[in-house]
Protein backbone atom coordinates (compact mmCIF):
# COMPACT_ATOMS: atom_id res chain seq x y z
CA UNK A 1 0.00 0.00 0.00
CA UNK A 2 1.34 3.70 -0.65
CA UNK A 3 2.42 5.88 2.10
CA UNK A 4 0.57 9.10 1.48
CA UNK A 5 2.02 11.64 3.93
CA UNK A 6 0.44 15.11 5.24
CA UNK A 7 3.05 17.04 3.03
CA UNK A 8 5.83 16.16 0.91
CA UNK A 9 8.79 18.74 0.84
CA UNK A 10 9.52 20.32 -2.81
CA UNK A 11 13.16 20.39 -4.37
CA UNK A 12 14.72 21.48 -7.37
CA UNK A 13 16.41 19.78 -9.75
CA UNK A 14 19.51 18.07 -8.34
CA UNK A 15 21.52 19.53 -10.94
CA UNK A 16 20.03 23.10 -10.53
CA UNK A 17 20.89 22.89 -6.57
CA UNK A 18 24.80 21.47 -7.46
CA UNK A 19 25.43 24.03 -9.48
CA UNK A 20 23.79 26.92 -7.00
CA UNK A 21 26.71 25.36 -4.40
CA UNK A 22 29.74 24.59 -6.98
CA UNK A 23 31.20 27.72 -6.07
CA UNK A 24 31.18 27.36 -2.38
CA UNK A 25 33.79 24.56 -2.58
CA UNK A 26 36.09 27.84 -4.32
CA UNK A 27 34.86 30.53 -1.70
CA UNK A 28 34.86 28.29 1.36
CA UNK A 29 32.64 30.78 2.95
CA UNK A 30 29.83 28.72 4.43
CA UNK A 31 28.15 30.61 7.03
CA UNK A 32 28.05 34.47 8.64
CA UNK A 33 25.90 36.28 6.21
CA UNK A 34 28.03 35.45 2.61
CA UNK A 35 26.91 35.92 -0.71
CA UNK A 36 24.01 33.16 -1.06
CA UNK A 37 22.64 34.80 1.93
CA UNK A 38 23.11 38.21 0.77
CA UNK A 39 21.72 37.33 -2.67
CA UNK A 40 18.60 35.06 -1.12
CA UNK A 41 17.71 38.06 1.11
CA UNK A 42 17.30 40.88 -1.41
CA UNK A 43 15.44 38.79 -3.67
CA UNK A 44 13.11 37.46 -0.41
CA UNK A 45 12.79 41.08 0.38
CA UNK A 46 11.47 42.08 -2.88
CA UNK A 47 9.07 38.74 -3.32
CA UNK A 48 7.49 39.79 0.17
CA UNK A 49 7.15 43.45 -0.40
CA UNK A 50 9.27 44.16 2.65
CA UNK A 51 10.61 47.59 3.63
CA UNK A 52 13.41 45.73 4.93
CA UNK A 53 14.14 41.74 5.75
CA UNK A 54 16.56 39.52 7.77
CA UNK A 55 17.02 35.76 7.37
CA UNK A 56 17.48 33.50 10.14
CA UNK A 57 18.10 29.67 10.57
CA UNK A 58 14.40 29.03 11.58
CA UNK A 59 11.01 30.31 11.97
CA UNK A 60 10.76 30.14 15.75
CA UNK A 61 13.77 32.20 16.10
CA UNK A 62 12.82 34.77 13.74
CA UNK A 63 9.38 35.23 16.23
CA UNK A 64 11.79 35.15 19.58
CA UNK A 65 14.24 37.14 18.42
CA UNK A 66 12.54 39.76 16.59
CA UNK A 67 10.00 40.37 19.38
CA UNK A 68 13.36 41.00 21.91
CA UNK A 69 14.30 43.22 19.40
CA UNK A 70 10.64 44.76 19.75
CA UNK A 71 12.13 45.77 23.35
CA UNK A 72 8.33 44.80 24.67
CA UNK A 73 7.56 44.56 28.21
CA UNK A 74 3.92 43.26 29.77
CA UNK A 75 1.32 41.92 27.85
CA UNK A 76 0.84 40.65 24.30
CA UNK A 77 -2.48 39.71 22.79
CA UNK A 78 -2.11 36.88 20.80
CA UNK A 79 -4.29 33.41 19.56
CA UNK A 80 -4.36 30.22 21.46
CA UNK A 81 -5.08 28.41 17.20
CA UNK A 82 -1.48 28.50 16.31
CA UNK A 83 1.31 25.92 16.59
CA UNK A 84 3.67 25.76 19.88
CA UNK A 85 5.76 28.24 18.36
CA UNK A 86 3.64 31.39 18.58
CA UNK A 87 3.47 30.85 22.22
CA UNK A 88 6.39 29.96 23.31
CA UNK A 89 8.44 32.69 21.95
CA UNK A 90 6.01 35.16 23.78
CA UNK A 91 6.36 33.52 27.02
CA UNK A 92 10.18 33.25 26.32
CA UNK A 93 10.58 36.64 26.02
CA UNK A 94 9.00 37.20 29.64
CA UNK A 95 5.94 38.56 28.28
CA UNK A 96 2.39 36.96 29.21
CA UNK A 97 -0.42 35.62 26.33
CA UNK A 98 -3.11 37.15 26.54
CA UNK A 99 -5.69 35.14 24.30
CA UNK A 100 -8.14 36.26 22.08
CA UNK A 101 -10.55 34.79 20.10
CA UNK A 102 -10.89 33.67 16.16
CA UNK A 103 -12.93 34.94 13.57
CA UNK A 104 -15.56 31.69 12.95
CA UNK A 105 -14.73 31.88 9.21
CA UNK A 106 -11.07 32.49 8.57
CA UNK A 107 -10.27 30.99 12.43
CA UNK A 108 -7.37 34.01 12.41
CA UNK A 109 -7.24 36.40 15.35
CA UNK A 110 -10.95 38.38 15.57
CA UNK A 111 -10.13 42.08 16.07
CA UNK A 112 -13.95 43.03 17.05
CA UNK A 113 -12.44 40.48 20.41
CA UNK A 114 -9.63 42.28 21.08
CA UNK A 115 -10.10 46.01 22.61
CA UNK A 116 -11.69 45.05 25.39
CA UNK A 117 -8.57 42.87 26.23
CA UNK A 118 -6.39 46.05 26.24
CA UNK A 119 -4.66 47.12 29.23
CA UNK A 120 -2.03 49.24 30.35
CA UNK A 121 -0.06 46.81 30.46
CA UNK A 122 -0.52 45.60 26.43
CA UNK A 123 2.64 45.96 24.89
CA UNK A 124 1.82 44.01 21.09
CA UNK A 125 -0.43 42.18 19.13
CA UNK A 126 0.87 39.08 17.62
CA UNK A 127 -1.96 37.76 14.98
CA UNK A 128 -1.44 34.59 13.34
CA UNK A 129 -2.32 34.24 9.28
CA UNK A 130 -3.83 30.99 9.65
CA UNK A 131 -3.47 28.41 6.63
CA UNK A 132 -2.98 31.22 3.79
CA UNK A 133 -5.46 33.15 4.93
CA UNK A 134 -5.20 36.74 6.06
CA UNK A 135 -5.94 38.34 9.47
CA UNK A 136 -7.79 41.76 9.15
CA UNK A 137 -5.19 43.68 8.51
CA UNK A 138 -6.56 47.20 8.30
CA UNK A 139 -8.67 46.20 11.04
CA UNK A 140 -6.08 45.07 13.46
CA UNK A 141 -3.35 48.02 12.09
CA UNK A 142 -6.11 50.55 13.23
CA UNK A 143 -6.14 49.35 16.60
CA UNK A 144 -3.00 49.50 17.05
CA UNK A 145 -1.96 52.95 16.03
CA UNK A 146 -5.32 53.93 18.01
CA UNK A 147 -3.72 51.83 21.12
CA UNK A 148 -0.04 52.99 20.49
CA UNK A 149 1.19 48.94 20.43
CA UNK A 150 3.23 47.38 17.88
CA UNK A 151 1.84 44.49 15.64
CA UNK A 152 4.33 41.43 14.83
CA UNK A 153 2.38 38.92 12.39
CA UNK A 154 3.39 35.19 12.58
CA UNK A 155 3.08 34.72 8.91
CA UNK A 156 4.59 30.98 8.72
CA UNK A 157 1.44 30.71 6.58
CA UNK A 158 1.57 33.56 4.60
CA UNK A 159 4.51 33.08 1.69
CA UNK A 160 3.51 33.44 -1.43
CA UNK A 161 0.07 34.70 -0.77
CA UNK A 162 -1.06 38.16 -1.06
CA UNK A 163 -4.09 40.68 0.04
CA UNK A 164 -4.82 43.56 -2.53
CA UNK A 165 -1.92 42.31 -4.29
CA UNK A 166 1.04 42.62 -1.75
CA UNK A 167 2.92 40.16 -0.09
CA UNK A 168 2.87 39.46 3.53
CA UNK A 169 5.86 40.97 4.26
CA UNK A 170 3.94 44.24 4.21
CA UNK A 171 2.16 44.27 6.97
CA UNK A 172 2.77 44.84 10.81
CA UNK A 173 5.71 46.78 12.61
CA UNK A 174 7.18 42.84 11.86
CA UNK A 175 6.44 39.96 9.84
CA UNK A 176 7.73 36.69 10.69
CA UNK A 177 8.40 33.27 8.10
CA UNK A 178 9.12 29.76 8.56
CA UNK A 179 11.53 28.22 5.71
CA UNK A 180 10.85 24.92 7.02
CA UNK A 181 10.99 22.00 4.53
CA UNK A 182 7.02 21.12 4.69
CA UNK A 183 6.00 25.13 3.40
CA UNK A 184 5.75 26.32 0.13
CA UNK A 185 8.83 27.80 -0.01
CA UNK A 186 11.87 26.69 2.01
CA UNK A 187 15.53 26.59 2.53
CA UNK A 188 15.45 23.19 4.37
CA UNK A 189 15.61 24.67 7.76
CA UNK A 190 14.98 28.76 8.13
CA UNK A 191 13.36 31.75 9.01
CA UNK A 192 12.51 35.09 8.22
CA UNK A 193 11.58 38.97 9.49
CA UNK A 194 10.18 41.32 7.31
CA UNK A 195 9.94 44.70 9.24
CA UNK A 196 9.50 48.47 8.40
CA UNK A 197 12.30 50.33 10.94
CA UNK A 198 15.81 49.87 10.01
CA UNK A 199 16.72 50.41 13.32
CA UNK A 200 14.67 47.37 14.81
CA UNK A 201 16.91 45.25 11.63
CA UNK A 202 20.24 46.48 13.47
CA UNK A 203 18.95 45.02 16.82
CA UNK A 204 17.64 41.69 15.00
CA UNK A 205 20.89 41.46 13.22
CA UNK A 206 22.93 41.64 16.37
CA UNK A 207 21.00 39.51 18.50
CA UNK A 208 21.11 36.23 15.53
CA UNK A 209 25.14 36.73 16.49
CA UNK A 210 25.33 36.50 20.08
CA UNK A 211 24.51 40.19 20.78
CA UNK A 212 27.55 41.27 19.14
CA UNK A 213 28.35 44.64 18.51
CA UNK A 214 31.98 43.52 17.30
CA UNK A 215 34.06 40.59 17.95
CA UNK A 216 35.18 41.56 21.40
CA UNK A 217 31.85 43.63 22.29
CA UNK A 218 28.41 42.04 23.35
CA UNK A 219 25.39 44.65 24.27
CA UNK A 220 22.49 41.84 24.29
CA UNK A 221 21.46 38.43 25.48
CA UNK A 222 21.92 37.26 21.87
CA UNK A 223 21.94 33.85 20.22
CA UNK A 224 23.09 32.04 16.69
CA UNK A 225 20.52 31.93 14.29
CA UNK A 226 22.49 32.68 11.21
CA UNK A 227 21.12 31.02 8.42
CA UNK A 228 24.23 29.15 6.43
CA UNK A 229 25.14 29.11 2.45
CA UNK A 230 23.87 25.62 1.65
CA UNK A 231 20.35 26.63 3.02
CA UNK A 232 20.46 29.93 1.08
CA UNK A 233 21.18 28.06 -1.77
CA UNK A 234 18.25 25.84 -1.47
CA UNK A 235 16.18 28.99 -0.88
CA UNK A 236 17.59 30.56 -4.23
CA UNK A 237 16.65 27.26 -6.53
CA UNK A 238 13.37 27.05 -4.85
CA UNK A 239 12.12 30.74 -5.14
CA UNK A 240 12.69 30.55 -9.31
CA UNK A 241 10.34 27.15 -8.78
CA UNK A 242 8.05 28.91 -5.67
CA UNK A 243 5.06 29.53 -8.04
CA UNK A 244 4.65 26.46 -10.11
CA UNK A 245 4.68 25.02 -6.63
CA UNK A 246 1.90 27.28 -5.61
CA UNK A 247 0.11 26.81 -8.85
CA UNK A 248 0.20 22.93 -8.81
CA UNK A 249 -1.23 22.90 -5.13
CA UNK A 250 -4.13 25.13 -6.05
CA UNK A 251 -4.81 22.21 -8.46
CA UNK A 252 -5.10 20.08 -5.53
CA UNK A 253 -7.22 22.09 -4.03
CA UNK A 254 -9.73 22.04 -6.53
CA UNK A 255 -9.67 18.29 -6.78
CA UNK A 256 -10.90 18.31 -3.54
CA UNK A 257 -13.65 20.82 -3.36
CA UNK A 258 -15.25 19.12 -6.50
CA UNK A 259 -15.49 16.04 -4.12
CA UNK A 260 -15.95 18.21 -0.81
CA UNK A 261 -18.02 21.46 -1.25
CA UNK A 262 -21.16 21.39 0.15
CA UNK A 263 -21.32 18.23 2.16
CA UNK A 264 -23.31 18.64 5.03
CA UNK A 265 -20.75 18.47 8.32
CA UNK A 266 -17.72 19.45 6.30
CA UNK A 267 -16.56 23.01 6.24
CA UNK A 268 -13.95 23.62 4.04
CA UNK A 269 -10.65 26.13 4.20
CA UNK A 270 -12.12 30.14 3.63
CA UNK A 271 -12.05 31.65 0.01
CA UNK A 272 -11.05 35.20 1.30
CA UNK A 273 -12.14 38.23 -1.12
CA UNK A 274 -9.06 39.60 -2.34
CA UNK A 275 -6.59 37.02 -1.51
CA UNK A 276 -4.75 35.32 -4.03
CA UNK A 277 -4.10 31.79 -2.21
CA UNK A 278 -0.63 29.84 -1.22
CA UNK A 279 -2.81 26.65 -0.66
CA UNK A 280 -0.54 26.18 1.93
CA UNK A 281 -3.10 23.31 3.80
CA UNK A 282 -6.27 22.11 3.02
CA UNK A 283 -7.87 21.92 6.69
CA UNK A 284 -11.37 20.50 6.68
CA UNK A 285 -13.48 21.31 9.87
CA UNK A 286 -15.97 17.74 10.88
CA UNK A 287 -19.38 18.53 12.79
CA UNK A 288 -19.82 15.11 13.79
CA UNK A 289 -23.43 15.92 14.85
CA UNK A 290 -24.28 16.80 11.36
CA UNK A 291 -21.36 14.99 9.38
CA UNK A 292 -22.19 11.78 11.72
CA UNK A 293 -18.52 10.49 12.06
CA UNK A 294 -16.04 12.60 14.14
CA UNK A 295 -12.51 14.21 12.98
CA UNK A 296 -10.67 11.59 15.13
CA UNK A 297 -12.55 8.57 13.35
CA UNK A 298 -11.72 10.39 9.96
CA UNK A 299 -8.14 10.40 10.57
CA UNK A 300 -8.29 6.79 12.13
CA UNK A 301 -9.65 5.62 9.34
CA UNK A 302 -7.27 7.39 6.77
CA UNK A 303 -4.23 6.13 8.28
CA UNK A 304 -5.94 2.52 8.01
CA UNK A 305 -5.61 3.07 4.12
CA UNK A 306 -2.13 4.72 4.41
CA UNK A 307 -2.87 7.87 4.61
CA UNK A 308 -1.38 10.87 6.79
CA UNK A 309 -3.90 13.75 7.93
CA UNK A 310 -2.89 16.39 10.68
CA UNK A 311 -4.90 17.24 13.73
CA UNK A 312 -3.32 20.56 12.88
CA UNK A 313 -3.56 23.11 15.12
CA UNK A 314 -5.12 20.45 18.47
CA UNK A 315 -4.69 21.50 21.02
CA UNK A 316 -4.57 25.01 21.85
CA UNK A 317 -1.47 26.23 23.24
CA UNK A 318 -3.10 27.48 26.02
CA UNK A 319 -3.93 23.96 27.46
CA UNK A 320 -0.35 22.69 26.94
CA UNK A 321 0.48 21.16 30.13
CA UNK A 322 3.53 23.82 30.50
CA UNK A 323 1.04 26.27 31.02
CA UNK A 324 -1.23 24.41 33.16
CA UNK A 325 -4.06 26.44 35.15
CA UNK A 326 -2.62 29.28 33.31
CA UNK A 327 -5.53 30.10 30.96
CA UNK A 328 -8.69 28.96 30.80
CA UNK A 329 -9.24 27.52 27.36
CA UNK A 330 -13.05 28.08 27.71
CA UNK A 331 -12.60 32.09 26.87
CA UNK A 332 -12.09 31.33 23.35
CA UNK A 333 -14.98 29.03 22.54
CA UNK A 334 -14.77 29.32 19.10
CA UNK A 335 -10.61 28.39 18.56
CA UNK A 336 -11.62 25.08 21.11
CA UNK A 337 -14.46 24.11 18.70
CA UNK A 338 -12.00 24.74 15.91
CA UNK A 339 -9.18 22.73 16.98
CA UNK A 340 -11.45 19.24 18.09
CA UNK A 341 -12.69 19.21 14.29
CA UNK A 342 -9.97 20.05 12.42
CA UNK A 343 -7.87 17.60 9.83
CA UNK A 344 -5.65 18.60 7.28
CA UNK A 345 -5.87 16.71 4.35
CA UNK A 346 -2.84 15.91 2.53
CA UNK A 347 -1.42 19.21 0.21
CA UNK A 348 1.34 19.15 -2.10
CA UNK A 349 2.84 20.41 -5.31
CA UNK A 350 2.87 16.66 -6.54
CA UNK A 351 -0.05 15.56 -5.06
CA UNK A 352 -1.98 13.67 -7.91
CA UNK A 353 -5.77 13.72 -8.72
CA UNK A 354 -6.41 10.08 -8.42
CA UNK A 355 -4.46 10.50 -4.81
CA UNK A 356 -6.77 13.20 -3.51
CA UNK A 357 -10.23 10.86 -5.30
CA UNK A 358 -8.75 8.42 -2.85
CA UNK A 359 -8.43 10.20 -0.15
CA UNK A 360 -12.03 11.72 -0.35
CA UNK A 361 -13.41 7.97 -1.33
CA UNK A 362 -12.08 7.13 2.19
CA UNK A 363 -13.38 10.36 4.08
CA UNK A 364 -16.61 10.28 1.99
CA UNK A 365 -17.53 6.69 2.77
CA UNK A 366 -16.56 6.40 6.80
CA UNK A 367 -19.29 4.64 8.75
CA UNK A 368 -21.30 6.84 9.97
CA UNK A 369 -22.57 6.51 13.52
CA UNK A 370 -24.57 3.77 13.93
CA UNK A 371 -23.58 2.01 10.55
CA UNK A 372 -21.86 -0.91 9.87
CA UNK A 373 -18.43 -1.30 11.21
Known sequence: METINVTRSSMPPFEEYCEEIKELWDSRWLTNVGAKHRQ????????????????????????????????????VITTPFTFASTTQAIVRNGLTPVFCDVDPITLTLDPAKIEPLITERTCAIVPVHVYGNFCDVEAIG??????????????????????????????????????????????LEGGGSCFQDGAFGKRLA??????????????????????????????LCNLRHVEE???????????????????????LKAVQPEVQPNHIYFPVLFDEEVFGVSRDRVRDALGEQGIS???????????????????????????????????????????????????CDVILNCPKRGGAP
Request: charged content about 25%.
Open 40 to 75: LQEKLTEYLDAPHMDILTNGHLSLELSLQALELEGE
Open 142 to 187: EIARKHSLKVLYDAAHAFGARYRDRGAGAYGDVSCFSFHATKVFHT
Open 206 to 235: RLKNFGLNDPETATAWGGNAKLDEFRAAMG
Open 245 to 267: EIEKRGRAEARYREHLEGVPGLR
Open 309 to 359: ARKYFYPLTSTFPCYQGRFDPGITPIALEASRQVLCLPMYGELSGETVDRI
